[in-house]
């Protein structure tokens, strides 16, 4: 059985282990750094502050069976601040015409640009290896969680949700755009540059080009790039693309990967959203039943989700007794909420 919820101070071992398995900026490798983001995640879903930026959710996902921490997943209450900008690159065309010649180009262009009252980001998610292609859909599972708790806590998040899309990278794992633009402006390695931005985006705003960037002028391999997904990205924008999203016209300025958004309220997921009280039954014919994704109170004030077959009948979302122990010290008396999976 697995089962999501908050993540927790104890969980620090397990969340270092399993960045260890690949490349994650969100979680990196570094104990430090996720002992800082875990203690934010924490007092974030303690009491989260009005102060949107400062708010930090991580969801961690468990295989009961072994007690350990298999998947994380990310929201960022925003993205983009007066102190911290959110920087893209804005992509359009822009048409030459010349009389004497009779002759016109349409030509790709990229605009560095940035936003200081940005928006509530959905950060990425990291699977243990060992568990991708499970029946039970745990990598979905991780990003459905983001939507549920924020259709729940609404008032905790902008109007805007946004996403930010890996791009292709070449098979040493370098970016074509990267090496047409970003290292000639700013003498550094892709990674090196994306790490230090996470801290400090100062030297983007000093150094990176601020006017009109002309695709013609780069490689067709960076200009392929822009605003593409590599292959192991294509399911997420997929699905981002089902329940709402938008690709931007934007994206990121140093590999091309591009951003998504969504209006909060018009995600299908937050749409379809259904609440009720927890009822466990053993008569129900669950093969004929549908999926949900479900939150649930637990007694410490905070919440428990399970991905399961259930019926949702006017207040009540009725599960099967199969799941009581896992739910022993949940309070199934408290409103619980569902979204379709």
């Given at each position: ?33 996720l ?33 350990k ?13 007066e ?23 349409m ?6 640009g ?8 959905i950060?990425?998610l990291?699977?243990?290896?060992n ?9 979905k ?18 109007d805007?949700i946004h ?5 292709p ?16 402006f700013l ?19 000093s150094?990176?080009p ?8 780069l490689?067709?391999e ?17 699905m ?9 016209q ?22 379809e959203m259904?609440?009720?009280?927890i ?49 022993k ?9 569902a979204?379709?999976?």
């Amino acid at each position: 059985m697995f089962f999501i919820r908050p993540v927790q101070s104890e969980d620090l071992e397990q969340l270092f282990a399993l960045s260890q398995l690949q490349t994650f900026i969100n979680l990196p490798a570094d104990k430090a750094v996720l002992k800082r983001k875990i203690n934010a995640s924490i007092k974030t879903f303690q009491r989260p502050s009005k102060k949107l930026e400062d708010n930090y959710y991580v969801f961690v996902l468990i295989d009961q069976s072994q007690s350990k921490v298999i998947g994380a997943s990310i929201i960022h209450g925003k993205h983009g601040t007066e102190k911290e900008p959110h920087f893209f690159l804005s992509v359009g065309v822009e048409e030459k015409f010349s009389k004497t010649l009779n002759t016109g180009f349409m030509h790709g262009t990229l605009k560095f640009g940035l936003e200081k009252d940005g928006y509530t980001e959905i950060g990425g998610l990291i699977l243990d290896p060992n568990y991708r292609g499970h029946i039970e859909k745990l990598g979905k599972q991780l990003s459905f969680v983001r939507f549920l708790y924020m259709g729940t806590h609404q008032e905790q998040f902008t109007d805007v949700i946004h996403s930010e899309l890996y791009p292709p990278f070449d098979s040493q794992g370098n970016s074509p755009l990267w090496e047409a633009i970003g290292r000639r402006f700013l003498n550094m390695d892709y990674h090196d540059a994306d790490m230090l931005s996470r801290e400090n985006g100062e030297f983007i705003l000093s150094l990176f080009p601020s006017d009109t960037i002309y695709g013609t002028l780069l490689t067709p391999e960076a200009r392929n790039a822009i605003g593409k997904v590599g292959p192991e990205t294509e399911p997420v924008k997929r699905m981002l693309e089902s329940i709402g999203f938008c690709y931007t016209q934007e994206v990121d300025p140093f590999d091309g990967g591009p951003h998504y958004r969504a209006r909060l309220k018009d995600i299908s997921l937050i749409r379809e959203m259904k609440s009720g009280n927890i009822q466990f039954s053993n008569d129900l014919d669950f093969t004929k039943l549908d999926d949900y994704l479900i939150l649930i109170s637990t007694n410490d004030d905070s919440f428990v989700v399970i991905k399961t077959t259930a019926s949702l009948v006017n207040d009540t979302i009725m599960i099967s007794s199969e799941l009581k122990n896992l739910l022993k010290n949940s309070s199934t008396a408290t409103k619980s909420y569902a979204i379709p999976f």
